[in-house]
């Protein structure tokens, strides 16, 4: 599996755009890009996946360039309930091995006001 | 509908003990996985079951063990703890082997003194 490699911390105010950005060098031709949120005692939350160029939906955007072999999610106007750990994973995104999911270490992100 | 739903929310055991956490997956969903979350670490994969076969392992030793129902619903047994097994542990589920997104309970916590 591809190993990732992302911030450990970023911080922000409320209103502006976050981007994290994960390096991804020995990523596969099946592997797919997904991010996953977490709160302190919760569970991950999915966020969004993708494979090439850009995906978005209501909560963020994922870019990709062409090489794939990093991305950057994008969190438009931030708010202080964004402040959560977000990890990026690689792996297939439909075969049986995704019941096994990757976790590095993730990005902590913090809004102040 | 209910989201993933676990049990017990906090649990204390003492070394050597044995403990089993409880897991019921979304409504329809056939596939549940395990992981443990160690203090300021990322989700670590233990277990993947689809359609109550065991599909998948993580590295973790044979003290834990795990199954799933009819109903979807899946046990995570540990035996013997140890202190290093004090973690959050996590169930996901998901549609099936093709769907990509996980869906995560809020955990257990296992504290083992």
């Known amino acids: 599996l591809a190993k990732t490699t992302q911030p450990i911390s970023m911080d922000s105010y409320e209103g502006q755009e976050v981007n994290i950005t994960c390096s991804h060098n020995?990523?596969?031709?099946?592997?797919?890009i997904t991010w996953y949120q977490q709160f302190p005692s919760q569970g991950p939350r999915f966020i969004i996946q993708?494979?090439?160029t850009k995906v978005t939906n209501e909560v963020a955007s994922l870019f990709i360039p062409a090489d794939r072999k990093s991305s950057t999610l994008s969190l438009p106007r931030v708010s202080l309930s964004d402040t959560a750990v977000y990890y990026c994973?690689?792996?297939?995104?439909?075969?049986?091995?995704?019941?096994?999911?990757?976790f590095g270490r993730g990005t902590q992100l913090t809004v102040w006001p | 509908d209910a989201g993933v739903t676990q049990s017990p929310t906090h649990l204390i055991k003492t070394r050597g003990q044995q403990v089993t956490l409880r897991c019921s997956p979304i409504?329809?969903?056939?596939?549940v996985s395990w992981y443990q979350q160690v203090l300021g670490q990322g989700p670590q994969f233990i277990f993947q079951?689809?359609?109550?076969?065991?599909?998948g392992r993580g590295n973790f030793p044979d003290r834990f063990s795990a199954r799933q129902f009819p109903n979807y619903s899946s046990e995570l047994n540990v035996n013997a703890l140890l202190l290093g097994d004090s973690a959050l542990y996590l169930c996901?589920?998901?549609?099936?082997?093709?769907?990509?997104?996980?869906?995560f309970g809020p955990g257990t916590r296992l504290t083992v003194t």
């Open positions: 996901a589920s998901r549609s099936g082997q093709g769907a990509y997104e996980q869906y």
């Open positions: 020995n990523i596969a031709t099946n592997d797919y």
């Open positions: 993708g494979y090439k």
């Open positions: 994973l690689v792996g297939d995104g439909r075969g049986s091995t995704l019941g096994r999911l990757y």
């Open positions: 409504s329809g969903h056939k596939s």
């Open positions: 079951y689809y359609e109550k076969e065991e599909r």
